[in-house]
């Protein structure tokens, strides 16, 4: 009889219809639960012990058009709508309420606040795209990712801050503040912690690593590897591949590639580097370095050719040279003996016979030794002890250098001087040399040879008028004896 009077009661509350403002207050007892139902389904119910509130349905509310209509709260924000056209707004104040773009996705507090007719994006994370205007199909993902960008079309940030000032399009970046600083750049690809964080206007540049390309402000540039061109500021058309290499560049068409690799390399140009540590010192133009270590010694050297492990120059100034291997190579193969050189008439000037000959050759000293290289031994002081066994034949830079000094030809080039520690010799040079010196034998040898056949013609004519002689002679003495025996016969 209570239950029906109580539901009687509830009823009558339910459908009458006050003229006046009124609060209701129903309190639970401990453990109670407040329920609503029919006879059979459960719809919703709130436990006293737990505050839990169980629906057992859909939550249903209308589309979003304005502040008071489809809009979820938490506490006094506003958290969840989907104002416009199929656009889903979730965070507290993400998204507004005047925007005419459609078909975004956001997640995160302050996300997408200023979009006007921007379509099509996607932005997780607090205040991503943040000031997206008219952009179309960005896509931010990580707290502040494209933060300042009104205007610009696909790009892809992955991670907090990362292209964070952008306003252009085609971009992509993954990793917290990669491309950071990025604004009118175009088509940029960077993946890394702080990749590209300080471009500003540079285009087509892709950087791959942590801080690659992280100074960089200018175009075309491929960086892969840990602080691959972490300074390249100005430099255009680079090439960088392994940890720290080009990480100096401020300069353009330069390829480097592996650990190090032209590391030092500010304002030289058009080198290339490779190998783990090639060129590592490098500031000149030009050069070609290799191998492992090939070139490590160069500073400021230009058109150089080093190709082997170690393989360098005279010294790291040095211009225009090609250095094969290292101290240790002993033999030069290929499939011919000699090398081809320019040697066209057209190119040259003041022709005229060589001077130097047989008289410079025989003051020159071919020696038989053994190699004892200082570079063998710690202190670089030889004391014979890692001496080679056999010897071998060839001549002394020193000697060299004082006969051509004394016959006044050092323009013959015998001697290389560029490191004072290591002369190096020249024997090609002294090719012509050589070949003048035949010449001059030969000249000799036919000199004596003619003479030769005037004395032969001289000794003929000789031996035949000696044997002219004899015949008369014998002719005399013939008749002489005739003569004798025509006497006697008279007597």
Same mark, same amino acid.
């Given at each position: 009889?209570?239950?029906?009077?109580?539901?009687?009661?509830? $009823?009558? +509350?339910?459908?009458?219809?006050?003229?006046?403002?009124?609060? !209701?207050?129903? #309190?639970?007892?401990?453990?109670?639960?407040?329920?609503?139902?029919?006879?059979?389904?459960?719809?919703?119910?709130? =436990?006293?012990?737990?505050?839990?509130?169980?629906?057992?349905?859909?939550?249903?509310?209308?589309?979003?058009?304005?502040?008071?209509?489809?809009? +979820?709260?938490?506490?006094?924000?506003?958290?969840? @709508?989907?104002?416009?056209?199929?656009?889903?707004? +979730?965070?507290?104040?993400?998204?507004?309420?005047?925007?005419?773009?459609?078909?975004?996705?956001?997640?995160?507090?302050?996300?997408?606040?200023?979009?006007?007719?921007?379509?099509?994006? #996607?932005?997780?994370?607090?205040? $991503?795209?943040?000031? *997206?205007?008219?952009?179309?199909?960005?896509?931010?993902?990580?707290?502040?990712?494209?933060?300042?960008?009104?205007?610009?079309?696909?790009?892809?940030?992955?991670?907090?801050?990362?292209?964070? =000032?952008?306003?252009?399009?085609?971009?992509?970046?993954?990793?917290?503040?990669?491309?950071?600083?990025?604004?009118?750049?175009?088509?940029?690809?960077?993946?890394?912690?702080?990749?590209?964080?300080?471009?500003?206007?540079? %285009?087509?540049?892709?950087?791959?690593?942590?801080?690659?390309?992280?100074?960089? *402000? =200018?175009? &075309? %540039?491929?960086?892969?590897?840990?602080?691959?061109?972490?300074?390249?500021?100005?430099?255009?058309?680079?090439?960088?591949?392994?940890?720290?290499?080009?990480?100096?560049?401020?300069?353009?068409?330069?390829?480097?590639?592996?650990?190090?690799?032209?590391?030092?390399?500010?304002?030289?140009?058009?080198?290339?580097?490779?190998?783990? @540590?090639?060129?590592? &010192?490098?500031?000149?133009?030009?050069? #070609?370095?290799?191998?492992?270590?090939?070139?490590?010694?160069?500073?400021?050297?230009?058109? +150089?050719?080093? !190709?082997?492990?170690?393989?360098?120059?005279?010294?790291?100034?040095?211009?225009?040279?090609?250095? &094969?291997?290292?101290?240790?190579?002993?033999?030069?193969?290929?499939?011919?003996?000699?090398?081809?050189?320019?040697?066209?008439?057209?190119?040259?000037?003041?022709?005229?016979?060589?001077?130097?000959?047989?008289?410079?050759?025989?003051?020159?000293?071919?020696?038989?030794? %053994?190699?004892?290289?200082?570079?063998?031994?710690?202190?670089?002081?030889?004391?014979?002890?890692?001496?080679?066994?056999?010897?071998?034949?060839?001549?002394?830079?020193?000697?060299?250098?004082?006969?051509?000094?004394?016959?006044?030809? /050092?323009?013959?080039?015998?001697?290389?001087?560029?490191?004072?520690?290591?002369?190096?010799?020249?024997?090609?040079?002294?090719?012509?040399?050589?070949?003048?010196?035949?010449?001059?034998?030969?000249? /000799?040898?036919?000199?004596?040879?003619?003479?030769?056949?005037?004395?032969?013609?001289?000794?003929?004519?000789?031996?035949?008028?000696? %044997? #002219?002689?004899?015949?008369?002679?014998?002719?005399?003495?013939?008749?002489?004896?005739?003569?004798?025996? !025509?006497? &006697?016969?008279?007597?």
């Amino acid at each position: 009889m209570k239950a029906k009077l109580f539901i009687l009661v509830l $009823s009558g +509350l339910l459908s009458c219809r006050p003229l006046f403002s009124q609060n !209701i207050t129903n #309190t639970l007892g401990t453990s109670g639960v407040f329920t609503l139902k029919d006879n059979s389904v459960t719809y919703l119910s709130l =436990s006293q012990s737990t505050g839990n509130l169980s629906l057992n349905r859909s939550f249903v509310l209308p589309n979003t058009t304005s502040t008071t209509t489809g809009v +979820l709260y938490k506490g006094t924000d506003r958290f969840l @709508h989907n104002y416009g056209t199929d656009n889903t707004f +979730l965070g507290i104040f993400s998204g507004n309420f005047t925007m005419t773009g459609s078909s975004n996705t956001v997640m995160g507090v302050s996300a997408f606040s200023f979009n006007a007719s921007g379509s099509l994006n #996607t932005a997780v994370g607090r205040s $991503s795209l943040n000031s *997206n205007n008219s952009g179309q199909s960005n896509s931010a993902l990580g707290s502040y990712s494209l933060y300042f960008n009104q205007s610009g079309w696909n790009n892809t940030a992955v991670g907090s801050n990362s292209l964070y =000032s952008n306003n252009a399009s085609s971009n992509t970046a993954v990793g917290s503040n990669s491309l950071y600083t990025n604004s009118t750049g175009t088509e940029n690809t960077a993946t890394g912690m702080e990749a590209l964080f300080f471009n500003l206007a540079g %285009n087509y540049n892709t950087a791959l690593g942590f801080r690659s390309l992280r100074w960089n *402000n =200018s175009s &075309l %540039n491929t960086a892969v590897g840990w602080n691959s061109m972490f300074s390249n500021i100005n430099g255009y058309e680079n090439t960088a591949l392994g940890s720290n290499s080009l990480f100096n560049n401020n300069s353009s068409g330069n390829t480097a590639i592996g650990y190090i690799s032209l590391y030092t390399n500010t304002t030289g140009f058009q080198n290339t580097a490779v190998g783990h @540590h090639s060129l590592q &010192l490098n500031n000149g133009s030009y050069n #070609t370095a290799l191998g492992y270590n090939a070139g490590s010694i160069v500073t400021t050297g230009l058109n +150089l050719t080093l !190709i082997g492990i170690d393989a360098n120059p005279t010294s790291g100034t040095a211009n225009d040279q090609v250095t &094969l291997g290292n101290g240790f190579v002993n033999s030069l193969r290929c499939n011919v003996q000699t090398i081809t050189s320019l040697s066209d008439a057209r190119d040259k000037k003041n022709i005229k016979e060589l001077s130097l000959g047989l008289d410079f050759i025989t003051k020159l000293h071919p020696r038989q030794f %053994n190699w004892d290289k200082r570079e063998w031994y710690d202190n670089n002081v030889s004391d014979g002890s890692k001496m080679k066994e056999l010897p071998t034949a060839g001549f002394i830079a020193q000697e060299l250098d004082e006969a051509q000094t004394t016959a006044g030809v /050092e323009w013959l080039n015998l001697v290389l001087k560029d490191n004072p520690e290591k002369w190096e010799a020249t024997y090609g040079n002294l090719l012509p040399v050589v070949v003048k010196a035949i010449q001059d034998l030969k000249a /000799e040898n036919d000199e004596l040879k003619n003479k030769n056949e005037v004395l032969e013609e001289r000794l003929a004519k000789y031996e035949q008028m000696q %044997n #002219t002689l004899v015949k008369k002679m014998e002719e005399l003495e013939s008749k002489n004896s005739d003569t004798k025996e !025509i006497k &006697l016969g008279e007597k």
